[in-house]
């Protein structure tokens, strides 16, 4: 039985699926392409992480909100501008809460790695890395992304310095470099080094499956799908699974695996969007 949490995932697959093909993987698109991208500047980078701040990040996030909800978190901004250094803790923690609690990811990923700056533990900073993963997934704007993939990234090497085998920290890197950095392959090898260590780790299979898939490696994405499948049955895995199969033309198994993610979803939007996908791949044979 999935969780309310679980369904709205896969309700919203299908648009996870279309938002991940329409980014580009930085080192893996055309020449051309990256030598306009480059031809932008080297300073470009520093100028991001300047403007890119919990402020600007904050003021943005509440464009979305209720003047109420907005007003709640800036009363406790205000606060936190004048807390003594034991309230400033308590503050920064609601503050990160308050902005989960609202779905804005961003601010709280900020607030996270103040926290962790003071916490200083390997929870607090792995913690920080998967919220900025959270965020830099979760927004298309090219000026903010690049600074939460390298927020990211420290935060992770920070939580492996205090915990040297840490596969989520890894994981949480190899994902991030090849996300969003010029990069890529240095996310695949540290996805791949846990992977050996652990070959049926979920998280790196899915994330290599994913990449394979971008590339369009559907072979390949096929093994790290049946990996994740095997060890958790996961619906996001099988509708991944079945895309592969469709793109390689095994359009028999891409039924199969439509009509089982169908079953294990239960999700209204995401059974019509397989009956019709399943509608085609049958004319098709």
Do not use: C
């Not at 003071?118 to 090219?142: E, P």
């Not at 699974?241 to 939007?269: C, Q, R, V």
């Amino acid at each position: 039985m999935l969780n309310t949490k679980q369904v709205v995932v896969i309700g919203l697959v299908v648009v996870l699926m279309a938002a991940l093909f329409s980014l580009d993987i930085k080192g893996l698109i055309s020449p051309e392409k990256q030598q306009k991208d480059g031809a932008r500047g080297g300073d470009s980078k520093n100028v991001e992480l300047s403007i890119v701040t919990l402020e600007s990040v904050s003021v943005n996030a509440k464009q979305a909100l209720s003047a109420n909800l907005s007003h709640q978190i800036t009363d406790l901004e205000d606060a936190l501008k004048y807390a003594s250094s034991v309230e400033k803790l308590k503050l920064q923690k609601q503050l990160a809460q308050k902005w989960d609690d609202v779905n804005a990811p961003a601010p709280s990923a900020f607030y996270y790695e103040l926290i962790a700056n003071i916490d200083k533990t390997y929870a607090s900073w792995l913690k920080a890395g998967d919220k900025f993963t959270n965020a830099y997934q979760n927004t298309q704007d090219s000026l903010v992304q690049p600074v939460l993939v390298q927020k990211a990234i420290v935060a992770y090497q920070k939580a492996e310095v205090l915990q040297p085998n840490s596969l989520d920290a890894k994981i949480g890197m190899g994902v991030a470099y090849v996300s969003g950095t010029a990069e890529p392959m240095k996310g695949i090898f540290l996805l791949r080094d846990v992977v050996k260590e652990d070959p049926k780790n979920v998280k790196a299979n899915m994330s290599l499956g994913l990449f394979s898939m971008k590339t369009g490696q559907y072979e390949k994405a096929v093994k790290r799908f049946e990996v994740v499948i095997s060890q958790t049955n996961q619906p996001e895995a099988w509708f991944y699974l079945a895309s592969s199969y469709e793109n390689m033309g095994m359009n028999e198994n891409a039924i199969g695996a439509y009509i089982k993610t169908k079953k294990l979803a239960a999700d209204p939007g995401l059974g019509q969007f397989v009956d019709r996908k399943v509608k085609e791949l049958k004319k098709v044979d």
